[in-house]
């Protein structure tokens, strides 16, 4: 037990360099991005059903598919239109991270905390 006002001496000490300012280069590296493959999947999904919803509705409204009541198209083109935005924004994103286009990467796309 150490009484007051005396020291260790069994610690050792030594001088910084004068030119150290702190830092380390490791600090700064930047790691490989993980690529959020399940959110990926997931614009994919949204990007797909979207399309057809927008396509399938068009046939409809334009008389292609015969429907008994043709109002009721309208609400299949804006749902796809709804899903298909979401799909291809994030698969806007992840294509320009893939690519390394400046001022995007995976950290954009949501990961749903995995």
Known sequence: ML????????VKYSRLAA??????DLQFKKSLPK?????????IFLFVI???LI?????LLSGTIKVEHPDRTIPVIIIGVLVFLPGFYH????YYA?????????????????
């Not at 698969?91 to 992840?94: D, E, F, G």
């Open 98 to 114: 893939a690519k390394g286009y400046r001022g995007y990467s995976y950290d954009d796309i949501p990961d749903f905390g995995d």
């Open 55 to 59: 396509i399938f509705g068009a046939l």
């Open 91 to 94: 698969l806007r994103i992840a």
């Open 3 to 10: 009484g007051a006002g005396t020291s260790n001496n069994k």
């Open 19 to 24: 030119d150290d300012d702190g830092y380390i």
């Open 35 to 43: 690529v959020p493959y399940k959110a990926i999947a997931l614009a």
């Open 50 to 52: 979207g399309s057809s």
